[in-house]
């Protein structure tokens, strides 16, 4: 079977802390995404300190525009129209449609983030959920590994994989101790998911 991607999606400024990651990095977590669409240098601070102890774990970080600095050595997430920096190594861009997911293909090294495939769990969005059946139209047969987003919990994990996603990043999902208790259940049994090469 080929190595499924679960990447964990953190807000920094939000909820969620470090330490409540500590047990899906140990279970086999395959990256995490620091999010934010601005920052102010504390917030990059706070960028850097989680992408050193996510180093020290081995776990691959990715960072949105806002919080990436020449030379931090994490990979790049890119919105629709972002450009990426001299220097920056994209890890994944987001994709809501074909002709999105196309422009992908300029980055070697990206992932598709296609979304929204469920409703979000964290917050209202206005573009309808692609369901299941949306991302098998836009997953399969694509020269772009693509990643569901949007609504993903553990129970969903399996459904996204059978219908050719080759992972799914998790944001709501993180944050009860239920969804985090469930997703480390997933990766133990299926004895962690696929780590990015290193940035």
Request: charged share 15%.
């Given at each position: 079977m080929v190595p499924f991607e679960?990447?964990?999606?953190?807000?920094?400024?939000?909820?969620?802390?470090?330490?409540?990651l500590e047990?899906?990095?140990?279970?086999g977590l395959g990256s995490v995404w620091l999010r934010a669409h601005e920052a102010d240098e504390a917030v990059v601070r706070s960028a850097t300190q989680w992408s050193e102890l996510l180093r020290e774990r081995g776990t691959p970080c990715i960072r949105s525009l806002a919080l990436w600095r020449p030379g931090c050595g994490d990979g790049l997430h890119l919105r629709g129209g972002e450009r990426a920096p001299d220097g920056a190594t994209v890890r994944s861009v987001s994709a809501h449609s074909?002709?999105?997911?196309?422009?992908?293909?300029?980055?070697?090294?990206?992932?598709?983030?296609?979304?929204?495939?469920?409703?979000?769990?964290?917050k209202s969005r206005s573009l309808p959920?692609?369901?299941?059946?949306?991302?098998?139209?836009?997953?399969?047969g694509q020269r772009v590994r693509c990643l569901a987003l949007g609504g993903i919990v553990a129970e969903r994990l399996d459904a996204c994989e059978q219908s050719g996603a080759?992972?799914?990043?998790?944001?709501?999902?993180?944050?009860?101790?239920?969804?985090?208790?469930?997703?480390e259940r997933w990766l133990r049994q299926r004895r962690g998911s696929v780590r990015l090469?290193?940035?």
């Open positions: 679960v990447r964990a999606v953190v807000n920094l400024g939000g909820p969620l802390r470090h330490e409540e047990p899906l990095l140990e279970a074909a002709a999105e997911l196309a422009q992908v293909e300029g980055y070697p090294e990206a992932s598709a983030l296609v979304s929204p495939v469920f409703a979000p769990t964290s959920p692609l369901g299941l059946e949306g991302l098998r139209a836009l997953a399969l080759a992972g799914a990043a998790i944001l709501g999902g993180l944050l009860t101790a239920e969804g985090r208790d469930a997703l090469p290193s940035s």
